[in-house]
């Protein structure tokens, strides 16, 4: 698959993206993070909004954008006031990744998010989608930013069939290299998110309906349906774990309850809330201070890190 673009039909969808975007981004420009081009709050953002849904992080970014408004003031604080600011968007890790960032901007960096791309990713919990999203909604800087609702867009409107990683981010690189790369981005995503959805795509309102779209003009064309390009893959027996009774609902517990102080070794069972499963509770309890999230103190109890 050829992972360039001709200059026509590259012109062409992005003039219907961002003919799009006028209207949709009305009601997502309200979000707190779209009102800041601060590095570090940024970066706050999009660890948050990794794999937590959109309406859990909109309290908590403004409760922790206002605790640790700058690199310095999360550095400064202990690991355990960030993991307590933390509760209730799960993935605590990310939080401890959070704090690092913070101590090596600081130490490194003088307090200031770098831009450069290879910098940012050798920040702890920063990634390929993370450094190029702080780069363009930051910076302004041209990076093309691949998550699941760009990805989309692109794979079923300019390729048709499904693509690989590195196909899509060059396919990305491609049409942000001339365009104002924050509002290039955005839009894409609010297309992505609000009308090429994964499921039940707006087809009908779709301003790319039709020859602009690779997969539904292959699909028109030859008069038969075709795959979802960009459908993900499924895995034959693979189900999400039901929550209740989990393990991550121990965890999230463990940690909450580690939020109001020291837990007794006696009493680990039951903040985990099983009660009459110790051993399952500890090796829990072990887990989180192999990851740095809970410690034992000189008593044997657990503490927040």
């Not at 981004?25 to 794999?51: C, G, H, K, N, Y």
């Not at 999203?133 to 910076?139: K, L, M, S």
């Not at 939020?259 to 009493?267: A, H, V, Y």
């Amino acid at each position: 698959m050829a992972t360039r673009v001709g200059g026509d039909q590259r012109s062409e969808f992005i003039e219907y993206i961002f003919g799009a975007w006028s209207e949709l981004r009305v009601e997502r420009d309200l979000f707190p993070w779209r009102q800041t081009r601060d590095p570090w709050l940024t970066l706050i953002a999009e660890f948050m909004l990794s794999q937590t849904q959109v309406v859990r992080v909109v309290p908590r970014f403004v409760e922790m954008a206002k605790r640790f408004p700058t690199p310095q003031a999360c550095a400064d604080a202990t690991q355990a006031e960030v993991i307590a600011l933390w509760i209730g968007l799960g993935y605590n890790r990310r939080a401890i990744a959070l704090h690092r960032c913070a101590r090596i901007i600081c130490d490194t960096y003088a307090g200031e998010v770098p831009s450069d791309l290879g910098l940012l990713l050798e920040l702890p919990g920063v990634g390929p989608y993370t450094s190029r999203a702080i780069r363009a909604f930051a910076f302004d800087e041209p990076a093309g930013v691949v998550d699941t609702n760009i990805r989309r867009v692109i794979v079923r409107a300019l390729t048709g069939v499904k693509a690989s990683a590195k196909q899509v981010q060059e396919l990305a690189d491609e049409l942000v290299a001339r365009q104002p790369s924050r509002d290039w981005n955005l839009a894409l995503m609010d297309f992505g998110s609000l009308v090429c959805r994964l499921r039940s795509p707006q087809c009908a309102r779709c301003p790319l309906f039709g020859a602009k779209c690779k997969w539904r003009h292959d699909e028109i064309s030859g008069g038969s349906i075709l795959a979802d390009p960009a459908s993900p893959v499924s895995v034959k027996g693979a189900r999400q774990s039901t929550f209740s009774g989990s393990d991550r609902q121990g965890r999230g517990r463990l940690v909450r309850r580690a939020c109001l102080g020291p837990i007794e070794r006696d009493s680990l069972a039951e903040a985990a809330g099983w009660p009459e499963e110790p051993d399952r509770a500890a090796r829990i309890a072990e887990k989180l201070i192999s990851e740095g999230v809970l410690a034992r103190t000189r008593t044997g109890n657990y503490q927040l890190a």
